[in-house]
């Protein structure tokens, strides 16, 4: 975690560039806000109460996922749980659908968005396949395009994206990354629609 944290760190300060992690247990919370400018709650542990109490009470921007087995109607019970909270995000990334399968269901960014928060499609976790790739998660980078697109015509406000030099040899979630040589056109045409949707 340290080391993690020193690298956010050099980040924030030789690029300039806001950063953001996630925390996994209450412990980690004052360590991480001491560094990053979001703290971010996995979809999993949205519901774990003193993890969100902690994070909030940092005074930071926290970006809670919405877990895959919560509806879009059940996140202001999550969302009540971050008082005191800079800023507050929520962010889709998809409904468990059958066996290894997420779905994302363009309603939710309208249903999240009457909560009054800011709403974010996770676009590369949406298209995981967990469990599928023998152990681990598999993905299908080919259809995150497509869904960052859709979301910002639904509504959402922005986007979540993991991108990699090379996604084969990435540690974890290669298969549903987008390589960073398509990075720029990706977000190109995301902006693209973002516009014309506000238009």
């Known amino acids: 975690m340290e080391e993690g944290l020193a690298l956010l760190a050099l980040v924030k300060r030789d690029y300039g560039f806001p950063v953001l ?14 560094v990053c400018d979001v703290i971010q709650i ?15 009470q940092t005074g930071r921007v926290v970006n809670v996922k919405k877990g895959q087995f919560l509806s879009p109607q059940e996140m202001p019970f999550v969302l009540s749980k971050l008082v005191g909270a800079a800023e507050v995000w929520q962010t889709e990334r998809g409904t468990t659908f059958g066996y290894q399968n997420l779905v994302v269901d363009m309603r939710s960014f309208p249903l999240m968005k009457a909560n009054g928060f800011p709403t974010i499609l996770d676009a590369t976790h949406s298209v995981q396949l967990p469990g599928a790739g023998g152990g681990k998660s598999s993905g ?17 406000d922005g986007l979540f994206l ?8 990435a540690i974890s979630d290669g298969p549903n990354m ?21 238009e």
């Open 178 to 198: 987008v390589p960073l040589a398509e990075l720029a056109a990706l977000l190109d045409g995301c902006l693209a629609i973002w516009r014309a949707a506000r």
């Open 21 to 34: 992690t996630d925390v996994h247990e209450r412990e980690q919370v004052a360590a991480v806000a001491a």
């Open 162 to 169: 993991e991108t990699h030099p090379n996604p084969a040899e």
């Open 42 to 56: 996995p979809a999993f542990l949205c519901r774990q109460t003193d993890l969100l109490v902690a994070a909030a």
């Open 140 to 156: 299908q980078r080919e259809f995150v395009a497509p869904l960052a697109k859709a979301a910002l015509a639904a509504g959402a």
